[in-house]
């Protein structure tokens, strides 16, 4: 498939939700980031960027309206590259004509980029950011032999970066999932719009992977014990009586990649949620039984039988007749209020681990760390996400409040395993 002008598509399955329900505080905006040793060279950046984009065609696109769904079309304009002056994932009007679903930013030795999700997810992000910095250290001189985890800008892109893959792997046969109760939300009051707020926690890999092997689980699973723990923390802490007005239970949605398990090349987004909980209500739990439940959950959940219906579920709901016939106004009036009672009423909040970032070895003493921030979301006002490179782990809490109990609770319970943390702030 090739691209010429005025070439459209519509938005996957996943995607199609997300110009419907954005606003000043949700933006549906994430970042990736990495910070170099040196200080960027803006104009080495843009040029980079501009070789780019023919191997990313399907980036290189507008949001229109139709009559009944968004759809994204071709543009020969090419992205411009922008200083960072904003609060991060914030501020970016995607529906604004001629506004591209992504941006590129630089700040002294920081090069981010941040997408909507209603076009990609953190893993066609990752591998966009990979290849824009390897084709920035080509510019500069620095020859790469390893073609591995990122995109040559001289490349062709292949057919199947193009496609929806949930449309791809549905089953009409396959039964829906049952619908989710409501989970406790954090009862913080919100930030003023436009302020969003980061808090880093960088930690060595090997000694948080080492504990994480004490108990014979995943760094992921790990993480989400403690996470849940934290919560559980945070709840306890609460006034009696505001704590049996709040009381539910706590959901996590955790995104995960489903490219590891259908063989799909898809550059757009292909990740479904999975929903580990624990019930406060039940009585108090220990850190060894909160482990073990996130254990055999992910064991049980992360698996082609149960995403099967994940798919069929998400993909039913697109077909749905009434959906279908309702014009792209209606749409835009009732997804949010939707998107709030179906969909973020039933989180607590989110957690997303991107995994380890690798860069070639020519290049890869260059780069200090990389960093994810999750979208921000007014229903669930705290989000967390990670990636690993080299040594370091990063962890950033995205907030819409200025509360800090949450994350100070987690980064403390990891200091007491004698684990060090390093924080910083936005």
Not at 29 to 34: D, E, H, M, P, Q
Not at 189 to 203: N, R
């Amino acid at each position: 498939m090739s691209y010429k002008r005025n070439t459209w598509f519509r938005l996957d399955n996943a995607g199609k939700l997300y110009p419907s329900i954005m606003s000043s505080r949700v933006s549906t905006l994430f970042r990736l980031s990495a910070t170099l040793t040196e200080i960027v060279n803006p104009q080495i950046l843009q040029k980079a960027l501009d070789n780019l984009m023919p191997r990313f065609p399907y980036f290189q696109v507008n949001l229109r309206c139709g009559i009944f769904w968004y759809y994204f079309v071709h543009t020969d304009k090419l992205p411009q590259i922008e200083k960072e002056t904003f609060y991060p994932c914030m501020s970016m009007e995607v529906k604004k004509k001629g506004k591209f679903p992504f941006r590129v930013l630089y700040y002294n030795k920081r090069i981010s980029v941040e997408f909507s999700h209603a076009i990609t997810d953190g893993t066609g992000a990752s591998i966009f950011l990979k290849s824009l910095i390897v084709e920035y250290f080509r510019l500069k001189g620095i020859k790469i032999k390893q073609s591995e985890g990122f995109f040559n800008y001289a490349e062709k892109p292949d057919n199947e970066e193009y496609e929806d893959a949930f449309k791809k792997y549905y089953n009409k046969k396959i039964p829906k999932l049952p619908r989710k109760d409501k989970a406790f939300q954090f009862p913080f009051p919100l930030e003023s719009k436009g302020i969003y707020h980061i808090v880093t926690g960088i930690i060595p890999v090997k000694n948080i992977l080492k504990k994480a092997k004490e108990f014979n689980v995943t760094l992921t699973e790990f993480l989400l014990a403690i996470y849940f723990q934290s919560i559980l923390e945070v709840i306890y802490s609460l006034p009696s009586n505001k704590r049996n007005k709040l009381l539910k239970p706590i959901v996590l949605n955790v995104p995960v990649n489903l490219r590891g398990i259908y063989p799909s090349k898809t550059m757009r987004n292909f990740f479904i949620s999975i929903t580990p909980k624990i019930d406060p209500r039940l009585g108090v739990y220990s850190f060894e039984e909160i482990i073990k439940y996130v254990h055999h959950f992910m064991k049980v959940e992360v698996d082609k039988k149960y995403i099967n219906q994940q798919i069929t579920m998400n993909v039913k709901s697109e077909l749905s007749i009434i959906l279908r016939l309702f014009p792209l106004v209606l749409k835009n009036m009732i997804m949010p209020i939707i998107y709030n009672v179906f969909a973020e009423s039933r989180y607590t909040s989110g957690f997303s681990n991107i995994g380890k970032i690798t860069m070639p070895q020519e290049i890869e003493d260059y780069i200090e760390r990389f960093e994810l921030y999750p979208p921000p979301s007014q229903g669930n006002i705290i989000k967390v996400a990670a990636v690993s490179y080299r040594d370091k782990l990063y962890i950033s809490f995205g907030k819409l409040t200025k509360n800090k109990i949450v994350e100070k609770i987690f980064f403390r319970k990891i200091r007491k395993m004698n684990i060090p943390v390093k924080i910083e702030t936005n």
